[in-house]
C-alpha cells in the first residue's frame, strides 16, 4: 500500500538534499573565486631587476625576481636584501623586462590569496611596467699606482 506520509517526507528530504547541493556549490564556487580569482592587495614595487626566466614542466610561466633597496631582518642582528619574487601573466610585459636586466624598474602587480599553476609559482602577479630607468652604477675609484719598494 502506498502511505501517504512516506512521499511527502520523500518529497520533503529531496527538496533539502537540493537545497544543500546547491549552497554546498555556491559557496565552494565563492571559495574558489575569492582564494584564486579575487586580487585582494595591488601596489607599485621599485628596484632592480635581477632576472625574468620562463620555465615549467606542465605550465610553463614567465617568473622574475627584483632586488630593492635596504635591507631588513626576520630575526634579531640578521640582515637579508629585500627580493621580491613574482609571475608575469602577459609574455609582452616578460618579454620587455627581460631585455631590462640589471636595470631599475617600477612594476605593478597584483596579489592574490591562492597560487594556480597555468598563471605563476608566485602570488604576486605583474600585469605592468611602470618605469624603467637605467641603473645608477657607482664609478669604480683609481687610486694613484703603487710602486714597488
Not at 117 to 131: L, T
Amino acid at each position: 500500500m502506498n502511505d501517504p506520509n512516506k512521499s511527502i517526507r520523500r518529497k520533503g528530504f529531496k527538496k533539502f538534499r537540493n537545497a544543500l547541493l546547491a549552497f554546498l556549490f555556491i559557496g565552494l564556487g565563492l571559495f574558489v573565486g575569492i582564494r584564486y580569482y579575487y586580487p585582494y592587495g595591488e601596489g607599485v614595487k621599485t628596484g632592480q631587476l635581477n632576472y625574468v626566466v620562463y620555465k615549467g614542466i606542465l605550465f610553463k610561466t614567465y617568473e622574475g625576481k627584483l632586488i630593492q633597496s635596504g635591507f631588513w631582518s626576520n630575526k634579531p642582528g640578521g640582515i637579508q636584501s629585500n627580493e621580491f619574487t613574482f609571475s608575469i601573466a602577459d609574455p609582452q610585459i616578460a618579454e620587455e623586462l627581460m631585455r631590462a636586466g640589471g636595470q631599475i624598474v617600477d612594476l605593478h602587480y597584483k596579489e592574490y590569496f591562492g597560487i594556480l599553476p597555468w598563471r605563476g609559482y608566485s602570488k604576486y602577479i605583474v600585469d605592468a611596467i611602470v618605469h624603467i630607468s637605467p641603473s645608477v652604477e657607482t664609478p669604480v675609484e683609481t687610486y694613484p699606482p703603487v710602486t714597488p719598494e
